[in-house]
């Protein structure tokens, strides 16, 4: 054992007070039950998943001393070693383990445990080790009102285990979903005592439906039954006599008396009276005999007669007609038996005859029959046969008598027997019978070979002189002769081997002292050394106390349950019986009169405790006492007025708490009172209202199919309020339309080899191109849309006919052009690095971003979007020009090896989030709010509604946003994604200023060209590029004009996002 127990008082009425003490380390020490001797802190997993964890101390004393070793040897106590020396992600280690994310604000090497795990599922967050999560099924509210809710397993991925219970006095639970309670109406007793009630259907839709029955059938419902009745109502006792019903009430019954009318004295009670009785109609005689009552009346029994038919009359029980004498054989054996007359009054009439003689017979007695047994000479040669009785029932009493005396009865005699012929002896020893006569036995004679003086009569001689030969000792011992001769017999030693020995005969051995049941009753008995020669020392223990013990004897056990306290503080204990087999009967009493037998009584039950109110209700329970339930009172907290004994009240609530509008639609409960219902209003984001229903609001009515045959619909706008403004569009001529109502007469589409194939799709009229000189051309036309195709399936699903808006390329490194918003398949897709384009599909970037990069120049930027631009690139060895068509603002300025092309396609983001590669890093943005994103890793999504990052883009473009403060305001932090640069409070102003720039010189490392001509190329460049975008959306968009200078403000950077993220902000007004 690795603990130590210490018992410092020992006496029967200190209980509970024994020490346990760990061996290992002696201040360690529990009272009352076992230490914690080992507390192995690497248990708790605290190094992460990628590191080994030592607990160098496992006593719970020592913590802290825990040891984190990485896989290259770097170790540290108490914390996780920082494995890498330069940035340390603690992320990256993985210590919050599946479920949860992490995140660590500070990744240089000295912040260490600042990561925070947070519950990707559930509720829970926490710093420097993994979160505790928590996903409370009940914290929805299930139930509903009226129910209790408990979640048996709050962990997370436990679903559908949570309990709902109806509250009193509704009953009901289930598991999983809101329970369907139930209302026994009989519960409150409601019909009275000496009725019985019944509730068909126990549900609280259903009340008054319950019946109240009497004992004598009378049966009321919803209320409790009348049950008076005059029991000798309907003449209970019958024709001929006369019922009188002594007490009426309705808990007197069974009390009714019948009194024969022709006798008074023949009376019952609670059932008719026995007024007459025929004995015969039993039919007590038997078959073929003639019954007859002479006085058939209840006082004069057992006087009917039974008659045979041979005249034999009995009184009172059936005759007996026939009696054949010989049934019980009255002849014997060696005789036959016959009855002339077996009438029973005929008896003393029969015949016995002898078998081996007709002639011998005797009338009512067996008959004489002689018989010489030795007639047929049953003794043998030699031998005299006597039968002394010769007579038939005197058999087998012959006697066969030898010369020399012997004689035998029954049988033939055995003359002469020679016992020696047995070997009865032995070997070793000769055998000698003096007498061989048969009536002379058990007088042979043993003599030992070796000594003739050794002799014994009837039976072996005892020659050997060793007495342990026969094993006298029994199994298990071990026997000893000490003097082997017949001078010293029984001088033998029997040893045990615990001790015990015995001489001339088998030891006792073992004696266990319990099989006497020494102890008496209810206490058990254990002996500690069974040895024979170890007595007196078995201990009785009494079975309610074990320290309550004795030696040798029965203990003396304390007999008093209340000796302990057993009922707690506030109660009084009282023991009724105090005998052994009484025990758990003590009475614990409540000063309020509550009491409990064989535990502490419940003195107090708060009925509120369980919230059998419900939300927006106060409960109260003015007597908290066990013994008085079901009086806590619900008060509705709008209405204080409002209010119910033993259940919840009925509160008016807001009608839009069930949702009645439906999806997209607002709720507003203008009068929350009870006297103003059905006023709620559901209003559509277009306007469009409805009172106490839910409104609709969309409308299309192209879904009536208005339009004729050969023609398609549309409905621009589907709102209810805006009718009759459909577009009715021929198929084979888009040009002939018609508003609220359909064309009508539209031309037949010319049909191709092509067309015929149908191979358009649905939703697309196929016609023959009018500007091809081949045959073979067929153009599809998407219905209702202008959007068209050459030889192809047309991209009916662009909306505002811009393709680049459903980002057909790499968003991390393409651009997109939709030269033709009306033609389908004609974007362009254009590298940023390399500049090589593919029109109707995404392009491939990966060659030529090598190319691009490697020979790019320190601290240079590419040229806008769409331009062409001169790059001079500087070398230290060459000098050439390269006319490169770039897209993007930001190519790199450290002259490092050029990005892996598609570092998205191993979902590095994982779901719900969306990943976009940038060449040499990649960034993960949140699904559900594109302001949240972080480079080289997946982003913080699960964020509080305090968290500034969250509620607009406040860094820009190509920077991270981080709010370590959500309780504070601008204490966010912007990180630029290709630089060391960071801001707190503001986003950075220009993060390729400082991007590998360390030295205070106005020139290049490479290629000694000042920073601030790269920064009036850049600037330049900026203008450029906002000049052209503008052009270009006021081309594409035709919206109204705004200045150059506010178009350039919306965008971070001058950037303009919009071309490069498709799904950015929406810059609509643009003035060059």
Same mark, same amino acid.
């Given at each position: 054992?690795?603990?130590?127990?210490?018992?410092?008082?020992?006496?029967?009425?200190?209980?509970?007070?024994?020490?346990?003490?760990?061996?290992?380390?002696?201040?360690?020490?529990?009272?009352?039950?076992?230490?914690?001797?080992?507390?192995?802190?690497?248990?708790?997993?605290?190094?992460?998943?990628?590191?080994?964890c030592?607990?160098?101390?496992?006593?719970?004393?020592?913590?802290?001393?825990?040891?984190?070793?990485?896989?290259?040897?770097?170790?540290?106590?108490?914390?996780?070693a920082?494995?890498?020396?330069g940035?340390?992600?603690?992320?990256m280690?993985?210590?919050?383990?599946?479920?949860?994310?992490?995140?660590?604000?500070?990744?240089?090497?000295?912040?260490?445990?600042?990561?925070?795990?947070?519950?990707?599922?559930?509720?829970?967050?926490?710093?420097?080790?993994?979160?505790?999560?928590?996903?409370?099924?009940?914290?929805?509210?299930p139930?509903?009102?009226?129910?209790?809710?408990?979640?048996?397993?709050?962990?997370?991925?436990?679903?559908?285990?949570?309990?709902c219970?109806?509250?009193?006095?509704?009953?009901?639970?289930?598991?999983g979903?809101?329970?369907?309670?139930?209302?026994?109406?009989?519960?409150?007793?409601?019909?009275?005592?000496?009725?019985?009630?019944?509730?068909?259907?126990?549900?609280?839709?259903?009340?008054?439906?319950?019946?109240?029955?009497?004992?004598?059938?009378?049966?009321?419902?919803?209320?409790?039954?009348?049950?008076?009745?005059?029991e000798?109502?309907?003449?209970?006792?019958?024709?001929?006599?006369?019922?009188?019903?002594?007490?009426? *009430?309705?808990?007197?019954?069974?009390?009714?008396?019948?009194?024969?009318?022709?006798d008074?004295?023949?009376?019952?009670?609670?059932?008719?009276?026995?007024?007459?009785?025929?004995?015969?109609?039993?039919?007590?005689?038997?078959?073929?005999?003639?019954?007859?009552?002479?006085?058939?009346?209840?006082?004069?029994?057992?006087?009917?007669?039974?008659?045979?038919?041979?005249?034999?009359?009995?009184?009172?029980a059936? #005759?007996?007609?026939?009696?054949?004498?010989?049934?019980?054989?009255?002849?014997?054996?060696?005789?036959?038996?016959?009855?002339?007359?077996? *009438?029973?009054?005929?008896?003393?009439?029969?015949?016995?005859?002898?078998?081996?003689?007709?002639?011998?017979?005797?009338?009512?007695?067996?008959?004489?029959?002689?018989?010489?047994?030795?007639?047929?000479?049953?003794?043998?040669?030699?031998q005299?046969?006597?039968?002394?009785?010769?007579?038939?029932?005197?058999?087998?009493?012959?006697?066969?008598?030898?010369?020399?005396?012997?004689?035998?009865?029954?049988?033939?005699?055995?003359?002469?027997?020679?016992?020696?012929?047995?070997?009865p002896?032995?070997?070793?020893?000769?055998?000698?019978?003096?007498?061989?006569?048969?009536?002379?036995?058990?007088?042979?004679?043993?003599v030992?070979?070796?000594?003739?003086?050794?002799?014994?009569?009837?039976?072996?001689?005892?020659?050997?002189?060793?007495?342990?030969?026969?094993?006298?000792?029994?199994?298990?011992?071990?026997?000893?002769?000490?003097?082997?001769?017949l001078?010293?017999?029984?001088?033998?030693?029997c040893?045990?081997?615990?001790g015990?020995?015995?001489?001339?005969g088998?030891?006792?051995?073992?004696?266990?002292?319990?099989? *006497?049941?020494?102890?008496?009753?209810?206490q058990?008995?254990?002996?500690?050394?069974?040895? #024979?020669?170890?007595?007196?020392?078995?201990?009785?223990?009494?079975?309610?106390?074990?320290?309550?013990? *004795?030696?040798?004897?029965?203990?003396?056990?304390?007999?008093?349950?209340?000796?302990?306290?057993?009922?707690?503080?506030?109660?009084t204990?009282?023991?009724?019986?105090?005998?052994?087999?009484?025990?758990?009967?003590?009475?614990?009493?409540?000063?309020?009169?509550?009491?409990?037998?064989? #535990?502490?009584?419940?003195?107090?039950?708060?009925?509120?405790?369980?919230?059998?109110?419900?939300?927006?209700?106060?409960?109260?329970?003015?007597?908290?006492?066990?013994?008085?339930?079901?009086?806590?009172?619900?008060?509705c907290?709008?209405?204080?007025?409002?209010?119910?004994?033993?259940?919840?009240?009925?509160?008016?609530?807001?009608?839009?708490?069930?949702?009645?509008?439906?999806?997209?639609?607002?709720?507003?409960?203008?009068?929350?009172?009870?006297?103003?219902?059905?006023?709620?209003?559901?209003?559509?984001?277009?306007?469009?209202?409805?009172?106490?229903?839910?409104?609709?609001?969309?409308?299309?009515?192209?879904?009536a199919?208005?339009?004729g045959?050969?023609?398609?619909?549309?409905?621009?706008?589907?709102?209810?309020?805006?009718?009759?403004?459909?577009?009715?569009?021929?198929?084979?001529?888009?040009?002939?339309?018609k508003?609220?109502?359909?064309?009508?007469?539209?031309?037949?589409?010319g049909?191709?080899?092509?067309?015929?194939?149908?191979?358009?799709?649905?939703?697309?009229?196929?016609?023959?191109?009018?500007?091809?000189?081949?045959?073979?051309?067929?153009?599809?036309?998407?219905?209702?849309?202008?959007?068209?195709?050459?030889?192809?399936?047309?991209?009916?699903?662009?909306?505002?006919?811009?393709?680049?808006?459903?980002?057909?390329?790499?968003?991390?490194?393409?651009?997109?052009?939709?030269?033709?918003p009306?033609?389908?398949?004609?974007?362009?897709?254009?590298?940023?690095?390399?500049?090589?384009?593919?029109?109707?599909a995404?392009?491939?970037?990966?060659?030529?971003?090598?190319?691009?990069?490697?020979?790019?120049?320190?601290?240079?930027?590419? #040229?806008?979007?769409?331009?062409?631009?001169?790059t001079?690139s500087?070398?230290?060895?060459?000098?050439?020009?390269?006319?490169?068509?770039?897209?993007?603002?930001?190519?790199?300025s450290?002259?490092?090896?050029?990005?892996?092309?598609?570092?998205?396609?191993?979902?590095?983001?994982?779901?719900?989030?969306?990943?976009?590669?940038?060449?040499?890093y990649?960034?993960?943005?949140?699904?559900?709010?594109?302001?949240?994103?972080?480079?080289?890793?997946?982003?913080?999504?699960?964020?509080?509604?305090?968290?500034?990052?969250?509620?607009?883009?406040?860094?820009?473009?190509k920077?991270?946003c981080?709010d370590?403060?959500?309780?504070?305001?601008?204490?966010?932090?912007?990180?630029?994604w290709?630089?060391?640069?960071?801001?707190?409070?503001?986003?950075?102003?220009?993060?390729?200023?400082?991007?590998?720039?360390?030295?205070?010189?106005?020139?290049?490392?490479?290629?000694?060209i000042?920073?601030?001509?790269?920064?009036?190329?850049?600037?330049?460049?900026?203008?450029?590029?906002?000049?052209?975008?503008?052009?270009?959306?006021?081309?594409?968009?035709?919206?109204?004009?705004?200045?150059?200078?506010e178009?350039?403000?919306?965008m971070?950077?001058g950037?303009?996002?919009?071309?490069?993220?498709?799904?950015?902000?929406?810059?609509?007004?643009?003035?060059?």
């Amino acid at each position: 054992m690795d603990q130590t127990c210490n018992d410092p008082n020992v006496a029967a009425n200190s209980l509970h007070d024994f020490e346990c003490i760990c061996n290992a380390d002696m201040m360690v020490k529990m009272v009352d039950g076992p230490a914690t001797c080992v507390d192995d802190e690497c248990a708790t997993s605290p190094c992460g998943m990628t590191q080994t964890c030592t607990d160098l101390n496992t006593s719970p004393m020592s913590t802290g001393d825990f040891e984190c070793e990485c896989g290259n040897g770097v170790k540290a106590t108490g914390m996780p070693a920082v494995c890498n020396m330069g940035t340390n992600d603690e992320c990256m280690t993985m210590p919050c383990g599946t479920g949860q994310s992490c995140l660590d604000p500070d990744t240089t090497a000295m912040s260490l445990l600042d990561f925070v795990c947070s519950c990707v599922t559930g509720v829970g967050n926490n710093v420097g080790s993994p979160a505790a999560c928590v996903d409370d099924e009940c914290a929805s509210s299930p139930c509903g009102s009226g129910q209790t809710c408990v979640d048996a397993d709050t962990s997370v991925g436990s679903t559908g285990d949570f309990t709902c219970t109806c509250t009193s006095p509704k009953t009901g639970s289930a598991m999983g979903s809101a329970a369907v309670c139930a209302l026994d109406e009989c519960s409150a007793a409601p019909c009275g005592a000496g009725q019985t009630c019944d509730d068909p259907v126990k549900l609280p839709s259903s009340l008054l439906d319950y019946t109240c029955s009497c004992s004598n059938g009378a049966m009321a419902v919803g209320a409790p039954a009348s049950c008076d009745v005059d029991e000798c109502l309907p003449s209970p006792c019958g024709t001929g006599q006369t019922c009188s019903d002594p007490n009426t *009430a309705s808990n007197s019954l069974h009390d009714f008396e019948c009194v024969c009318d022709n006798d008074m004295t023949l009376r019952a009670v609670d059932g008719p009276a026995t007024c007459s009785k025929d004995e015969c109609a039993s039919m007590p005689c038997g078959m073929g005999q003639t019954c007859n009552d002479p006085s058939p009346t209840p006082s004069s029994l057992l006087d009917y007669t039974c008659t045979c038919g041979n005249g034999v009359v009995a009184t009172g029980a059936a #005759a007996v007609c026939d009696g054949d004498e010989c049934a019980n054989s009255p002849c014997g054996s060696g005789q036959t038996c016959s009855d002339p007359n077996t *009438a029973s009054n005929s008896l003393h009439d029969f015949v016995c005859t002898c078998d081996n003689d007709n002639s011998l017979t005797r009338v009512d007695g067996p008959a004489t029959c002689d018989k010489d047994e030795c007639a047929s000479m049953p003794c043998g040669m030699g031998q005299t046969c006597n039968d002394p009785k010769k007579e038939f029932g005197s058999l087998h009493d012959f006697t066969c008598t030898c010369g020399n005396g012997v004689m035998t009865t029954g049988a033939s005699a055995v003359c002469e027997t020679d016992e020696c012929a047995a070997m009865p002896c032995g070997t070793g020893q000769t055998c000698n019978d003096p007498n061989m006569a048969t009536n002379s036995l058990h007088d042979f004679e043993c003599v030992c070979d070796k000594d003739a003086s050794l002799k014994a009569v009837d039976g072996p001689a005892t020659c050997d002189k060793d007495e342990c030969v026969s094993m006298p000792c029994g199994a298990g011992q071990t026997c000893t002769d000490p003097v082997q001769s017949l001078q010293s017999l029984t001088d033998f030693v029997c040893d045990c081997g615990n001790g015990v020995t015995a001489i001339g005969g088998a030891a006792v051995c073992e004696v266990d002292e319990c099989l *006497a049941s020494p102890c008496g009753l209810g206490q058990s008995c254990s002996d500690p050394n069974i040895a #024979a020669n170890k007595l007196h020392d078995f201990v009785c223990t009494c079975p309610n106390d074990a320290s309550l013990t *004795a030696i040798d004897g029965p203990a003396t056990c304390d007999k008093d349950e209340c000796k302990y306290n057993p009922c707690g503080a506030g109660q009084t204990c009282q023991d009724p019986t105090l005998t052994l087999q009484s025990t758990h009967d003590f009475v614990c009493t409540c000063s309020n009169g509550v009491t409990a037998t064989g #535990a502490p009584a419940s003195c107090e039950k708060d009925e509120c405790e369980d919230e059998p109110c419900g939300k927006q209700q106060t409960c109260n329970d003015p007597n908290k006492a066990a013994n008085v339930l079901h009086d806590f009172v619900c008060t509705c907290d709008n209405f204080p007025q409002l209010t119910a004994v033993d259940g919840p009240a009925t509160c008016d609530k807001n009608e839009c708490a069930g949702n009645p509008c439906g999806m997209d639609q607002q709720c507003n409960d203008p009068v929350q009172t009870l006297e103003s219902l059905h006023d709620f209003t559901c209003t559509c984001a277009n306007g469009v209202s409805a009172v106490n229903v839910a409104a609709t609001c969309e409308l299309n009515e192209c879904d009536a199919d208005p339009c004729g045959d050969g023609e398609t619909c549309s409905d621009p706008d589907t709102s209810f309020v805006v009718q009759h403004n459909f577009v009715c569009r021929c198929k084979s001529d888009l040009t002939k339309t018609k508003v609220d109502g359909p064309v009508g007469n539209c031309p037949m589409p010319g049909e191709t080899r092509q067309c015929a194939a149908m191979p358009c799709g649905p939703g697309q009229t196929c016609s023959a191109s009018s500007d091809s000189s081949s045959s073979s051309d067929f153009v599809c036309s998407c219905d209702g849309s202008a959007i068209t195709k050459l030889n192809g399936p047309a991209n009916c699903a662009v909306p505002d006919g811009d393709e680049c808006l459903l980002a057909p390329c790499d968003v991390g490194s393409q651009d997109c052009m939709d030269p033709n918003p009306s033609q389908s398949g004609d974007f362009v897709c254009t590298c940023r690095y390399g500049g090589n384009t593919e029109t109707g599909a995404s392009a491939d970037c990966g060659s030529a971003s090598s190319d691009s990069r490697s020979n790019s120049g320190s601290g240079s930027d590419s #040229a806008v979007s769409g331009s062409d631009s001169n790059t001079n690139s500087n070398s230290k060895d060459s000098e050439s020009d390269s006319n490169s068509n770039s897209n993007s603002m930001d190519s790199d300025s450290t002259g490092s090896s050029p990005p892996t092309p598609n570092s998205c396609k191993s979902k590095p983001c994982g779901d719900e989030q969306t990943c976009s590669d940038y060449g040499e890093y990649f960034v993960c943005t949140c699904d559900d709010n594109e302001n949240l994103r972080k480079k080289d890793g997946r982003a913080e999504c699960s964020v509080g509604k305090d968290n500034e990052c969250a509620r607009s883009n406040l860094c820009g473009e190509k920077q991270s946003c981080e709010d370590k403060d959500e309780g504070g305001e601008e204490n966010f932090v912007c990180s630029c994604w290709e630089s060391d640069m960071k801001s707190t409070g503001s986003a950075v102003d220009n993060c390729r200023l400082g991007a590998g720039n360390n030295s205070d010189d106005d020139e290049d490392d490479d290629g000694g060209i000042p920073w601030w001509v790269w920064l009036l190329v850049a600037l330049g460049a900026t203008l450029l590029t906002c000049a052209m975008y503008a052009g270009y959306r006021k081309h594409k968009m035709n919206k109204e004009n705004v200045s150059l200078r506010e178009f350039c403000d919306t965008m971070p950077n001058g950037e303009p996002s919009e071309m490069h993220q498709p799904h950015g902000r929406n810059i609509e007004n643009v003035q060059v």
